[in-house]
């Protein structure tokens, strides 16, 4: 039998600086079958439990748990009770041992207050879709996670800008130490109090100036199901075009509207500024859907849930074209698929169609595995913004060292190709992972996506994954990742 389930993580937030200890009671479930013997430790120097041995009842135990923010940094510190079940008949038949791991947090936080939004520089980061909400079992979070990459410590100014503006823009100032990542946890409501009464709000959440990214997440009894969100930083948000240049576009690309699938898109203004835009659909054979213009109030975040639906839109593979037409905003873009099955979202971040020419792009993480845990598979999409046809070689490297295998596609003015289960359908190959490899023999302006996914017979559970070019490559400074927890409960 498996381990009873736990409850969500318990967090509490305390004042940076405080050297008083805090209490969190936590419930372990019992088994139905009987009482069992328990010792019960904890992984971090600050944090203590009790009792720390005794009879787990049917009932259940709540045990004590304190925590000593004293030597704590701010952000959110997460450490795990470790309770340790055995006996030899009953439920627990494990080599007569079972381990429940509950995770605890507490998270230091710096005040916060009412703030106007200025113009933001160049180098500031924006993370356009941050939030919490409670539904139906479910409760939707995002944690973010800030690094700080220079040699000194330093200072960040965070402002959330809610997309009910009515609602208050929030600031805050945190510290973060010569190479440290500052974990914010649940940021919206933790650190700026909205969800604590159970109201849903989403935002904007703008970073000056570091490397910043988050992961926003449905919390469930199974787990969390989620989607990384990187920041973007403001220089890369486009206005309208200048009189004598072309008009800047973004592209999202590996759309869904169909029974298996659904797709919500936003689009954020960051600058302070008014902005009109218009949002256009396209299927697969760049045949136009749809024409739909906005307008956007200054620093608004708007985000338009089942999109495609909402306008008699059914597709099984597509993309949207956004750009600004009037005002002086600047604005970015986002997509979410959703599988309906399962409730997996994917994030879609916007690139610039046409920016920079190249012949090399390089996808990595496909797969075609099968084991006795998942079944993973990989569909990418190619996309030509070109207005010439092309011809793209596309090499697939095995992640073992085998030979790699080649395959020869061509790409039309505006088409976009689905190859599904790439690494079997395109290359004749099974049971391997690896990376992909795509050359053009002259510079172009493709956009290469891929969805790696654990394909069951009921659902999907998977990831997004944006093809890189030699200009995303690692400068000598080298690049780090954001958002890699150090816990038992990922890897």
Known sequence: MEPPPTAHNPNINVPVGSKRVVVQIIHIPGFPDGSFPFTATVDKPWLQVSPASGILPPEGIDLTVTADPTTLLNGTQTGTVIVTLTSSFGSIRSNGVTTV?????????????????????????????????????????????????????????????????????????????????IALDDIVRNWYGIGSLGEMAN????????????????????GTLGQFIPAVPFGKFIGKADPDKLAAVLGLQQLAQNPDYRTNF???????????????VFNSAGIKLLDLPLDLKSNEQRQLNGFLSQNKISLNDGRIEVKATGGDGKITAYASVIDNRTGDPLLVPAVQ????????????????????????????????????????TLTFYRQDGGTPKTATVTLNPGELKRLDNVVQSTFG??????????????????????????????????????????ADAADPSGRGLGALPHQRRFR
């Open 266 to 280: 936003g689009v954020v203004e960051g600058s302070g500024n008014p902005v009109s835009l218009l949002v256009s």
């Open 429 to 470: 190959t099974t049971n391997a992972g690896g990376m992909i490899h795509v050359t053009t023999a002259v510079p172009s302006a493709l956009v290469i996506t891929g969805r790696t996914y654990d394909q069951t017979p009921d659902r999907t559970l998977g990831q997004f994954i944006q093809a890189v070019t030699p």
């Open 353 to 392: 169609l046409g920016q920079a020419a190249t012949t090399d792009y390089v996808l990595p993480g496909v797969a075609d595995v099968n084991n006795a845990f998942a079944s993973w598979r990989t569909d990418i999409d190619a996309f030509n913004s070109g207005s010439t046809p092309l011809q793209a």
């Open 203 to 222: 935002g904007i959440l703008e970073i000056r100036p570091l490397v910043a990214s988050s992961r926003t997440y449905n919390l469930t009894s199974n």
């Open 101 to 181: 791991n509950v995770p605890v947090s507490v998270t230091l936080v710096t005040p916060v207050s009412p703030a106007t939004k200025t113009l933001p520089p160049a180098n500031t980061l924006i993370i356009p879709s941050a939030g919490h909400t409670d539904g139906i079992n479910s409760r939707w979070q995002s944690d973010v996670r800030i690094a700080n990459v220079s040699t000194q410590s330093a200072h960040f100014q965070l402002t959330l800008t809610p997309d009910d503006q009515a609602k208050g823009i929030k600031q805050t100032v945190i510290t973060a130490d010569a190479g440290a990542t």
